[in-house]
């Protein structure tokens, strides 16, 4: 627990508790406030997320009182598809557990099947084994937990990860909370071969994917961030583009925003650089302009080479 | 014979809590924790048998307490060490050492004649169980 969880164990039960209060002082506004600046839109990941940290506000104050003695299940599952926000909202969460005291430090471990499944026999548990201690304190955060099961190879090493992981889930409920993120559809199936998972995870979270006007939005974050602007004409463009974008496969929200944005940056260089004489000032070397983006081949009908990543959104 | 090797040896034995309180004064110091047992804790015997590896990236003492857990149920009649291993440049050495497991019937040291060149006798200590 952290400085204030001691003072919490040490002082008297109190007979009443002001919750208005124990949300500012515990910093839960501060992280639920950055939630709403910095995510736009995902309505209702916010709205799971607020009461989430309502009860878990409520269930500590209820202990304070000595009103219950368990820890809460706090196991949670965030389906959606990629690029809809899953790894920060997993860092949000953690940063609101750790100000709550549920969790002792309060840091991410981002994994996937890679760094939990070994190779051969006996190299699978103390792979998982060495994931879990370093996420113990904090959140264990797994993308794309379903390819940890494969139903169609009975020997496949997934399953001992997958028991390792029940069994710490269940006996070190005070010293981590796991998140397992992927595809909705894909997380279902996941679950119902798994039953002991569905029973372990409280909370499951569905992440929409974003609209078009969302997705403008954020390209416009993510390109003020790096101090560049977008003309009015490449507005126009880019919004084109979403919606092209969009039917295209691969489509990973706004992860291809951003690698859309990267490539926009590349041309404008390039336009920058070919064709400019003489001196450029700021606004020069920060707008982005309609043909930097329209000349992506996604105008062209596709043949898209840009793939999402597949690991971290 | 109760050894008496390392940091707080001279104590009662610490227990669960305060041994993770020390590791979590180890990971505050950013000291990678190594366990280590061995059934022989003649002063000499500096290299206890590594039960895995030192674990570098804990961000909780609670990481540690599992190995030692682990460690304790397979060699639990043995002496098991906490080593606090710092990898500051010019440092690079053990920190911080103490005892968290022995046998419930320590051996005790004994000393021993032995012959030596020239018919000259030493003494020596040795482990007498």
Redesign the interface.
């Known amino acids: 627990m952290g400085a204030d969880g001691d003072v919490m164990e040490t002082a008297a039960v109190p007979a009443t508790v002001d919750l208005a209060a124990e949300y500012q002082s515990s910093g839960v506004a501060e992280i639920l406030d950055e939630l709403d600046r910095e995510l736009i839109g995902l309505e209702p990941v916010k709205e799971r997320i607020r009461e989430t940290a309502a009860l878990l506000l409520v269930d500590r104050a209820r202990r304070q009182m000595g009103l219950s003695q368990e820890t809460p299940t706090l196991h949670m599952s965030f389906s959606g598809n990629p690029g809809t926000g899953k790894t920060t909202v997993a860092l949000k969460m953690a940063g609101l557990l750790h100000r709550l005291g549920y969790v002792r430090k309060g840091h991410l471990v981002s994994v996937t099947r890679d760094d939990l499944v070994g190779q051969y026999i006996g190299h699978t548990a103390p792979k998982t084994k060495d994931v879990l201690k370093k996420a113990m304190g904090g959140v264990l955060f797994i993308d794309e937990a379903y390819y940890l099961y494969r139903p169609d190879n009975e020997r496949d090493y997934g399953q001992e990860a997958i028991e390792i992981l029940l069994q710490v889930m269940e006996n070190n409920r005070d010293d981590l909370v796991v998140i397992m993120a992927g595809y909705a559809d894909r997380m279902d199936k996941f679950f119902s071969a798994n039953p002991g998972f569905r029973s372990r995870i409280a909370h499951h979270i569905e992440f929409p994917d974003y609209r078009d006007d969302e997705l403008l939005e954020i390209s416009r974050q993510m390109l003020a961030d790096q101090n560049y602007h977008l003309s009015a004409e490449a507005e126009a463009a880019l919004d084109e583009y979403i919606a092209l974008r969009r039917g295209q496969p691969h489509f990973a929200n706004a992860r291809s925003l951003r690698n859309a944005l990267d490539r926009a940056r590349l041309r404008q260089a390039n336009r920058l650089f070919t064709s400019a004489s003489g001196p450029l000032d700021a606004v020069a070397l920060s707008t982005i302009e309609a043909s930097d983006i329209r000349a992506s081949r996604v105008f062209k009908g596709g043949l898209d080479v840009d793939r999402p990543t597949p690991q971290g959104d | 014979m109760r050894i008496t090797q390392g940091c707080f040896s001279f104590l009662p034995d610490l227990d669960d809590a305060q041994i993770t309180a020390q590791v979590e004064y180890c990971l505050q110091n950013e000291w990678a924790i190594g366990i280590e047992y061995t059934d022989d804790p003649h002063p000499r015997n500096t290299y206890w048998e590594m039960w895995?590896h030192p674990?570098f990236?804990?961000?909780?003492?609670?990481?540690?307490m599992?190995?030692l857990d682990d460690c304790r149920k397979v060699h639990g009649d043995k002496y098991i060490r906490i080593n606090a291993f710092e990898d500051e440049r010019g440092i690079e050495s053990v920190q911080m050492s103490f005892i968290v497991n022995r046998p419930k019937d320590e051996p005790s040291l004994k000393m021993t004649r032995v012959d030596y060149v020239d018919r000259a006798q030493k003494y020596a200590w040795d482990v007498a169980r």
């Open positions: 895995g674990m990236d804990l961000r909780d003492a609670k990481g540690a599992m190995e």
